[in-house]
């Protein structure tokens, strides 16, 4: 079985640019979490969804961040306008919430490097 | 809220030897679960082991094994035989339980393991 996909894998932008990164869960799993990792904040998770439904956007720095899930297979994270220090790598993981060990299974992850 | 503390940024082993990656976890739920992550240098996340608070025996996956000690709040991975490939930054997890009430997963600071010839 396919695992978690992440496009792109890698992008470079410049500040004020609009980025969208996105995002294709494990077939079946009904959560979706979206978290950053730098090495000043170690990982951080940023938002999770529950069958399509955001349930905690807690962890989203500030209003320039936006996520979307339209349906079970497919969520976007979007940054706009982007600033140098949204770089970081962005990692989308996927779990079946309803088995107790609820294990999230993480994607290859987004490096973005915002110049 | 849940934290997790991980005291080891940096462990070295030979190849062949066993070694032990510390993790102590603080919560006051009842019921939780605890994951050990390994993220080699290409940057993936992947899976390796997990253990619920109440099961009574360690969790084992191959040469993997997790000493969880529950009085203690800790939570520690056992990698035996190791091999290069087992260099990587190590992270240890936790998430309330049960399933359904709140799977958001809390992190420690990792700990990067070298094995050496």
């Known amino acids: 079985d396919a695992g978690v996909i992440q496009s792109p894998r890698h992008e470079v932008t410049e500040m004020g640019q609009e980025v969208t990164l996105r995002c294709k869960p494990i077939?079946?799993?009904?959560?979706l979490f979206w978290y950053r990792q730098t090495m000043m904040r170690g990982l951080e998770l940023l938002i999770y969804?529950?069958?399509?439904?955001?349930?905690?956007d807690s962890g989203m720095p500030e209003d320039r961040f936006s996520a979307k899930m339209p349906n079970a297979s497919f969520s976007t994270l979007k940054i706009q306008p982007s600033e140098p220090r949204d770089s970081a790598v962005y990692f989308c993981?996927?779990?079946?919430?309803?088995?107790?060990?609820?294990?999230?299974?993480f994607g290859p992850g987004t490096r973005l490097t915002v110049l | 809220a849940q934290k997790i503390t991980q005291t080891q940024p940096g462990m070295f082993v030979q190849e062949k030897e066993a070694v032990t990656l510390d993790c102590t976890y603080d919560?006051?739920?009842?019921?939780?679960?605890l994951f050990w992550y390994k993220q080699p240098s290409s940057g993936e996340m992947i899976f390796l082991i997990y253990?619920?608070?109440?099961?009574?025996q360690n969790a084992t996956e191959g040469r993997y094994s997790l000493n969880f000690q529950k009085a203690r709040k800790s939570a520690n991975l056992v990698i035996s035989a190791s091999q290069l490939g087992d260099s990587a930054m190590y992270f240890c997890?936790?998430?309330?339980?049960?399933?359904?009430?709140?799977?958001?997963?809390?992190f420690g600071t990792g700990t990067r393991l070298q094995v050496t010839l």
């Open positions: 993981a996927s779990s079946f919430e309803g088995a107790f060990t609820d294990t999230q299974y």
């Open positions: 077939s079946g799993h009904n959560s």
């Open positions: 969804f529950n069958n399509n439904v955001p349930i905690d």
């Open positions: 919560t006051s739920d009842q019921s939780y679960g």
């Open positions: 253990q619920g608070s109440y099961d009574e």
């Open positions: 997890a936790t998430f309330r339980g049960p399933s359904g009430t709140a799977s958001k997963l809390t």
